[in-house]
């Protein structure tokens, strides 16, 4: 098909918003990276080059935050797959009013500004909400770090909930409810028509789900900062630091660019992992 | 029949005006154009409250400009960032900081000199911050300090030093500001407290893990408003925090402060000043007559007193409620701390890299 010449002016139209809002500032950033940076100046020594901002994050402390980030972001993801499949079946089996009704509600909720959700919690789960009776009672601290790491998965699945399951809702809507009644009336339990038939066939559409509630969940600033009390960090938090308090830029910037690697790594092996074992015999 | 519009036609105009638009934003530049106008930025709350009345009052009584206000977005340390970005076309006029942010602003070469202030002369010139080349760079409209304090229902055992603090009645209950906060001074206060200083931090460091390890620390960081809110609502118990935290903290709970400890090197009021920074440009000339007018004593006693801080020109009088956050002539001596920002603000990035990577993870497993 050949590009006409208003496409091809469309095309590099899009092109050239690409590289300059995408492309140039992560050039920019990696560039940043290998600056040297003197404490008590804004950002990085022009025309200088080093490795020391990324030497630094070799350290187990800043493995631990990178490793904090992924795993608690899973641990959000697959309980946010585990609660907004179920709503999503919901929704996607109803009918009518009903079903515009949740699909409104799910919308509604990502009006809701994330700096809000997030202060909601910490009030509810603060020292005036229900947390400090309910800690009392089970005679653990509210400020221990198993209890605010609770919390904070708990931000993160308010933030990824409506999304996943906004998500799931047309994967689950296209495949057939019939092939469930079929499989039950060849002798499969309910349960067994549910798992074998629904969901391993809605299998591509829940991993666009939790790939995009995992992106969001290690990617979250406003949560583990409101709710982790500077004890639950994550790297966006190391990165926010760096740049807004100390004007290191180089430092924030290597590990904004380690986090993109790490990121893209464990997302292509997720990916490929599960392709494999959805693609047919 | 309707205009013969091409497609070609359209995709030039909308190019024409995305180019004329961007032209402007290059060389129209940031500042406010308007023949007398300043933009100030500030901290929330009653500091903007009071600019404001006082910018009208410069309007009125001395020249009509029109005032555009921004606020800080938590730290005034970030600012610094938005200037860097845009300077020399920087959009502020008049910026509210204090000590550790301007001698960043110094290192940048940002700042408009102001010894020619007339109401700089009634102003001690120890609350001076000077350029490389001696020349004062700010107008100081209040002083301020940090100190430590805590709640006097939460806590048993009262504190009279910062060993106290490893007491096991306090599990959970003490608040440890991030480093970037109040530029590290609660780390300087340990090592004073066990014979080091700012230019020697380990004893602070030394401290801090032991701290850290003991289970009491139990929360870290959360700014000005943090501190004021988790020991209002009795999060935590002890804290480290600004003279103005802990009148907004006094107003719900009973509160005892840790700065006039005869036996202790670093239980004292941490003194640091706040106030006019100005931005070289087209309009420092107005914005410095705006800044001596704030200057004056009767405008620096309103602008402190609204506040809850001290005022710095000698001839202001300080809020008498205040006097348990400040000093009379004759403590200052024994219990006033004046650090030295610059040795701290050229560590501060070892600083926070050694609490992240020594401090934190003790906190986290204890």
Same mark, same amino acid.
Request: net charge positive; with cysteine.
């Given at each position: 098909?050949?590009?006409?010449?208003?496409?091809?002016?469309?095309?590099?139209?899009?092109?050239?918003?690409?590289?300059?809002?995408?492309?140039?500032?992560?050039?920019?950033?990696?560039?940043?990276?290998?600056?040297?940076?003197?404490?008590?100046?804004?950002?990085?020594?022009?025309?200088?080059?080093?490795?020391?901002?990324?030497?630094?994050?070799?350290?187990?402390?800043?493995?631990?935050?990178?490793?904090?980030? +992924?795993?608690?972001?899973?641990?959000?993801?697959?309980?946010?797959?585990?609660?907004?499949?179920?709503?999503?079946?919901?929704?996607?089996?109803?009918?009518?009013?009903?079903?515009?009704?949740?699909?409104?509600?799910?919308?509604?909720?990502? +009006?809701?500004?994330?700096?809000?959700?997030?202060?909601?919690?910490?009030?509810?789960?603060?020292?005036?909400?229900?947390?400090?009776?309910?800690?009392?009672?089970?005679?653990?601290?509210?400020?221990?770090?198993?209890?605010?790491?609770?919390?904070?998965?708990?931000?993160?699945?308010?933030?990824?909930?409506?999304?996943?399951?906004?998500?799931?809702?047309?994967?689950?809507?296209?495949?057939?409810?019939?092939?469930?009644?079929?499989?039950?009336?060849?002798?499969?339990?309910?349960?067994?028509?549910?798992?074998?038939?629904?969901?391993?066939?809605?299998?591509?559409?829940?991993?666009?789900?939790?790939?995009?509630?995992?992106?969001?969940?290690?990617?979250? +600033?406003?949560?583990?900062?409101?709710?982790?009390?500077?004890?639950?960090?994550?790297?966006?938090?190391?990165?926010?630091?760096?740049?807004?308090?100390?004007?290191?830029?180089?430092?924030?910037?290597?590990?904004?660019?380690?986090?993109?690697?790490?990121?893209?790594?464990?997302?292509?092996?997720?990916?490929?992992?599960?392709?494999?074992?959805?693609?047919?015999? | 029949?309707?205009?013969?519009?091409?497609?070609?036609?359209?995709?030039?105009?909308?190019?024409?005006?995305?180019?004329?638009?961007?032209?402007?934003?290059?060389?129209?530049?940031?500042?406010?154009?308007?023949?007398?106008?300043?933009?100030?930025?500030?901290?929330?709350?009653?500091?903007?409250?009071?600019?404001?009345?006082?910018?009208?009052?410069?309007?009125?009584?001395?020249?009509?400009?029109?005032?555009?206000?921004?606020?800080?977005?938590?730290?005034?340390?970030?600012?610094?960032?938005?200037?860097?970005?845009?300077?020399?076309?920087?959009?502020?006029?008049?910026?509210?900081?204090?000590?550790?942010?301007?001698?960043?602003?110094?290192?940048?070469?940002?700042?408009?000199?102001?010894?020619?202030?007339?109401?700089?002369?009634?102003?001690?010139?120890?609350?001076?911050?000077?350029?490389?080349?001696?020349?004062?760079?700010?107008?100081?409209?209040?002083?301020?300090?940090?100190?430590?304090?805590?709640?006097?229902?939460?806590?048993?055992?009262?504190?009279?030093?910062?060993?106290?603090?490893?007491?096991?009645?306090?599990?959970?209950?003490?608040?440890?500001?991030?480093?970037?906060?109040?530029?590290?001074?609660?780390?300087?206060?340990?090592?004073?407290?066990?014979?080091?200083?700012?230019? %020697?931090?380990?004893?602070?460091?030394?401290?801090?893990?032991?701290?850290?390890?003991?289970?009491?620390?139990?929360?870290?960081?959360?700014?000005?408003?943090?501190?004021? %809110?988790?020991?209002?609502?009795?999060?935590?118990?002890?804290?480290?925090?600004?003279?103005?935290?802990?009148?907004?903290?006094?107003?719900?709970?009973?509160?005892?402060?840790?700065?006039?400890?005869?036996?202790?090197?670093?239980?004292?009021?941490?003194?640091?000043?706040?106030?006019?920074?100005?931005?070289?440009?087209?309009?420092?000339?107005?914005?410095?007559?705006?800044?001596?007018?704030?200057?004056?004593?009767?405008?620096?006693?309103?602008?402190?007193?609204?506040?809850?801080?001290?005022?710095?020109?000698?001839?202001?009088?300080?809020?008498?409620?205040?006097?348990?956050?400040?000093?009379?002539?004759?403590?200052?001596?024994?219990?006033?701390?004046?650090?030295?920002?610059?040795?701290?603000?050229?560590?501060?990035?070892?600083?926070?890299?050694?609490?992240?990577?020594?401090?934190?993870?003790?906190?986290?497993?204890?």
């Amino acid at each position: 098909m050949r590009l006409t010449r208003s496409a091809a002016l469309l095309l590099a139209a899009v092109l050239v918003v690409f590289l300059g809002l995408y492309v140039f500032p992560l050039a920019t950033l990696v560039r940043e990276s290998f600056k040297v940076y003197r404490s008590g100046r804004i950002g990085g020594l022009a025309g200088t080059f080093t490795l020391a901002n990324y030497a630094e994050l070799l350290t187990p402390a800043y493995a631990g935050y990178f490793l904090d980030t +992924f795993r608690i972001g899973f641990i959000a993801t697959a309980l946010g797959l585990v609660v907004s499949y179920p709503i999503a079946h919901f929704v996607a089996r109803g009918r009518g009013r009903i079903r515009t009704l949740w699909i409104a509600l799910l919308v509604a909720m990502l +009006f809701v500004g994330t700096l809000i959700r997030a202060y909601s919690l910490a009030l509810t789960f603060g020292p005036v909400g229900i947390l400090l009776p309910v800690s009392r009672f089970l005679g653990v601290s509210p400020n221990s770090l198993t209890i605010t790491e609770l919390v904070v998965i708990a931000g993160l699945l308010h933030y990824v909930i409506p999304l996943m399951a906004l998500t799931l809702i047309g994967t689950i809507h296209n495949v057939n409810p019939a092939l469930e009644l079929v499989a039950q009336s060849l002798g499969a339990p309910r349960w067994k028509a549910f798992f074998t038939i629904t969901v391993l066939l809605s299998g591509r559409g829940i991993l666009s789900a939790f790939l995009l509630g995992y992106a969001l969940t290690i990617s979250s +600033f406003v949560i583990p900062m409101v709710l982790g009390k500077g004890i639950v960090l994550f790297a966006t938090n190391l990165i926010f630091n760096r740049f807004s308090e100390l004007a290191h830029y180089p430092g924030g910037a290597a590990i904004a660019v380690v986090m993109l690697l790490l990121s893209f790594l464990i997302i292509y092996g997720i990916v490929r992992v599960v392709s494999r074992r959805l693609e047919p015999a | 029949m309707g205009p013969d519009v091409s497609r070609r036609k359209f995709i030039a105009s909308v190019a024409a005006a995305g180019a004329a638009s961007a032209a402007t934003v290059v060389l129209g530049g940031g500042r406010a154009w308007a023949a007398d106008s300043l933009v100030g930025v500030t901290w929330g709350g009653a500091q903007v409250e009071a600019s404001k009345a006082l910018a009208e009052k410069f309007s009125s009584q001395v020249k009509p400009t029109t005032f555009a206000w921004e606020l800080h977005q938590g730290g005034a340390a970030n600012i610094l960032p938005k200037i860097r970005a845009t300077w020399p076309q920087v959009k502020y006029d008049i910026v509210a900081a204090w000590d550790p942010v301007w001698h960043g602003m110094i290192q940048e070469d940002w700042l408009e000199p102001l010894g020619d202030l007339p109401n700089l002369k009634d102003v001690p010139e120890r609350f001076w911050t000077k350029d490389r080349q001696g020349r004062p760079v700010t107008a100081p409209l209040n002083l301020a300090a940090l100190m430590w304090g805590y709640r006097t229902d939460l806590v048993k055992k009262p504190i009279a030093s910062l060993k106290d603090l490893l007491d096991p009645s306090l599990k959970g209950l003490i608040m440890l500001n991030a480093p970037v906060s109040y530029s590290a001074l609660q780390i300087v206060s340990m090592a004073l407290e066990f014979g080091g200083s700012e230019k %020697n931090l380990e004893p602070g460091f030394d401290f801090l893990k032991e701290l850290a390890r003991s289970g009491n620390v139990g929360r870290v960081g959360g700014g000005d408003i943090g501190h004021i %809110n988790s020991t209002t609502t009795g999060e935590i118990a002890v804290g480290f925090g600004a003279s103005t935290n802990w009148q907004g903290i006094q107003k719900s709970a009973a509160v005892t402060l840790l700065n006039r400890v005869p036996s202790s090197k670093g239980l004292r009021g941490f003194h640091y000043t706040e106030g006019w920074s100005i931005l070289r440009g087209p309009k420092a000339a107005l914005a410095k007559e705006y800044a001596n007018f704030c200057l004056s004593p009767a405008n620096d006693e309103y602008y402190a007193g609204a506040i809850g801080a001290g005022p710095t020109n000698s001839k202001a009088k300080p809020t008498p409620e205040l006097s348990r956050y400040f000093y009379q002539p004759d403590e200052i001596e024994r219990f006033a701390y004046f650090p030295d920002f610059p040795v701290i603000n050229s560590q501060m990035q070892g600083i926070v890299k050694r609490f992240e990577t020594e401090i934190v993870p003790l906190i986290r497993k204890a």
